[in-house]
C-alpha cells in the first residue's frame, strides 16, 4: 500500500514545475517516505497549484473536513505545501514543486542521509523528463554594476525589487548547509536567502526563517557582493524570494558551470563586455566569476561571452573599467512572466 502511495505521489511531482523524474535505483520514494507520511503522501496527491480552502482539498480527496484541516496544517508545517494563512479568513493551501519548493523547505531539517538521498537522486535520476521552456529562477546584476548609460528596467535591479515589499524575512541557505554536512561547504554566509510578501509568512510561520526590516536585507545584499554571491530571484517580474548563490554549492549554478554556454540557459537580460586595452591583468573578475567566464592569459584577462550569466561580479571591482554589463539582444532573453504562479503555470 505504502509504495503505491508514494509512486502516485512522485508522479504528481513529475507534472509540477522542475519535474521529479524517475531513478534506476528508485531512491526519489525513499526521500518521499523520509519526509511524508502514508497519509500525508495520499493528501498530496490531491493538492494543486491552485491555492484552495481545506473543504475543497477535502472533498476531493473524500475526507472529513476536520482531519483534512488538521493534515493540511502539519504538512504546511513540514514544509510539503505551501499555506497562505490570514487571521480573520480560511487557510489556503497550495501544491509546490520539489524544487523550488519542498526540497528548500527542508533547510532544518538536520538528517545526513536525507541529503545523500537527495545527492543520489540528481546524479542518476532519468535524462527523460519534461521539457522546460523557461527557468524558475533568473539572474540580476548586483546594483554597482549597473551603470547610468545600462537602462535597466526596476524588475532587473535588487533595490527596486526589494521596495515592492513590506515584509521580508531571511532563511539559511540550503544548498550551502547542504555542502557543509557533507563535508564539503564553502566560506560564503550562510543566512542569506531573502524571502518576501506571503512566503515570508510562510518561513517565519514554520520556523525556517526570521523576520527582518529593509535595512537588513541591504546589509546582506551588500555581504553578497563582497563573497561574490550570484542574486537570483525567481524568474517573474514580482519578487518573492531572492537567492545568493555561490558557484560551488548552488544546485543551479554549478548545473550552469557544466553547460559549455550557461548564457543560454539562464534568464538573464545582461551579458558582460570586455575592452582588452584597458585592462591591467589584475585577475580581480577571474576570481570573482562563478561561471569561468574569465580566464587570465599573461597579463591579458580574456572573456568567454557564451559563460557569462550576466551576474555582474566582475564589472563591480574592476579598476580599469574595462568590464561592463550590456543587454542581450531581444532574442535571446527567455520570458519572465508576471508572477510566481504565473512561472509555475508555463512549467506544468
Known amino acids: 500500500m505504502s509504495k503505491n502511495v508514494y509512486e502516485r505521489l512522485a508522479q504528481h511531482l513529475d ?16 526521500l518521499l517516505k523520509r ?79 536525507f541529503f545523500r538521498d537527495y545527492d543520489e537522486y540528481f546524479r542518476t535520476r532519468s535524462k527523460v523528463s519534461r521539457p522546460q521552456p523557461i527557468p524558475q529562477m533568473r539572474t540580476i546584476p548586483i546594483a554597482r ?10 524588475y532587473e535591479r535588487a533595490e527596486e525589487l526589494v521596495k515592492t515589499h513590506k515584509k521580508f524575512a531571511v532563511a539559511p541557505c540550503i544548498c550551502r548547509r547542504k555542502a557543509e554536512k557533507m563535508g564539503v561547504g564553502c566560506d560564503a554566509p550562510k543566512e542569506t536567502c531573502l524571502i518576501f510578501g ?43 524570494v531572492m537567492c545568493c548563490c555561490c558557484g560551488c ?21 545582461f551579458r558582460a563586455r ?32 557564451p559563460r557569462c550569466i550576466g551576474c555582474g561580479l566582475c564589472v563591480s571591482t574592476c579598476p580599469t573599467g574595462s568590464l561592463t554589463l550590456v543587454r542581450k539582444p531581444a532574442n535571446e532573453q527567455i520570458k519572465m512572466p508576471i508572477n510566481m504562479d504565473a512561472t509555475w503555470r508555463e512549467l506544468s
Not at 505551501?82 to 527542508?106: N, R
Not at 554594476?145 to 526596476?154: D, G, Q, T
Open 274 to 305: 570586455h575592452e582588452s586595452e584597458r585592462c591591467e591583468g589584475c585577475g580581480t573578475c577571474v576570481d570573482r566569476c562563478q561561471m569561468n567566464a574569465l580566464i587570465l592569459e599573461g597579463d591579458q584577462v580574456v572573456l568567454n561571452s
Open 35 to 113: 519526509l511524508f507520511t502514508p497519509k500525508e503522501a495520499k493528501l498530496a496527491v490531491h493538492l494543486t497549484l491552485n491555492r484552495e480552502e481545506a473543504r475543497i482539498i477535502a472533498h476531493r480527496a473524500k475526507l472529513v473536513l476536520g482531519e483534512a484541516e488538521q493534515r493540511l496544517r502539519e504538512m504546511a508545517r513540514k514544509g510539503l505545501i505551501f499555506s497562505i494563512e490570514t487571521e480573520g479568513a480560511p487557510a489556503l493551501y497550495q501544491a509546490v514543486p520539489w524544487v523550488v519548493g519542498i526540497y528548500e523547505f527542508q533547510v532544518n531539517n538536520p538528517d545526513e542521509s
Open 249 to 269: 554549492c548552488c544546485g543551479i549554478l554549478t548545473r550552469l558551470k557544466s553547460h559549455p554556454r550557461p548564457s543560454e540557459l539562464v534568464a538573464s537580460p
Open 15 to 30: 507534472k509540477l514545475p522542475g519535474g521529479f523524474p524517475p531513478s534506476p535505483s528508485g531512491v526519489e520514494l525513499r
Open 198 to 240: 506571503e512566503w515570508a509568512d510562510y518561513y517565519v510561520r514554520n520556523d525556517i526563517g526570521r523576520y527582518i526590516d529593509q535595512s537588513e536585507v541591504a546589509e546582506i545584499l551588500t555581504m553578497a557582493d563582497k563573497a561574490n554571491l550570484v542574486l537570483q530571484p525567481n524568474n517573474s517580474r514580482e519578487m518573492v
Open 145 to 154: 554594476s549597473i551603470e547610468p548609460h545600462l537602462e535597466a528596467l526596476p
